[in-house]
């Protein structure tokens, strides 16, 4: 049995970026202030992000759609971040149908509301009916 959390290496960091951007900003701002603050706090922490990617959505091998990714972190884990009161069932959907619709099996739901809250995400390769 596997006790170890996948990437959890990298969503330590990520995790502690989050926190260390909360603990300066607090909350109220708008998710791009967050968004843009935690890019610069993941390079600081030394990895490589890319934010709003483009990720297209196919249904029976045709293209229906697009959204773009807050973060991907290393080409493995995608990051949603949210302004909220608190995380909601809403939130965690669209982090998995992101996950669903990549190759990422990892996903992190950070939100910057009145108290700091996060979820993680799995949904491993094998389990995806990647319709491309």
């Known amino acids: 049995m596997q006790t170890e959390l996948l ?3 990298i969503t330590d960091l990520i995790i502690k970026a989050f926190y260390n951007v909360y603990n300066k900003l607090g ?47 290393k080409d493995l884990i995608i990051i949603e971040l949210k302004a909220a009161e608190n995380i909601c069932q809403e939130h965690e959907a669209q982090l998995t149908n992101y996950l669903r619709a990549t190759n990422c099996e990892v996903g992190l739901l950070l939100n910057f509301g ?9 949904f491993k390769n094998e389990f995806k009916n990647n319709q491309r």
């Open 27 to 73: 909350y109220g701002f708008l998710e791009k202030v967050y968004e843009n603050s935690m890019l610069i706090e993941l390079q600081d922490l030394g990895l490589e992000c890319e934010r709003q990617k483009q990720i297209e959505v196919f249904y029976k091998n045709k293209n229906v759609g697009e959204y773009f990714a807050d973060l991907i972190v």
């Open 114 to 122: 009145k108290t700091p809250q996060f979820k993680r995400k799995i």
């Open 7 to 9: 990437h959890k290496d």
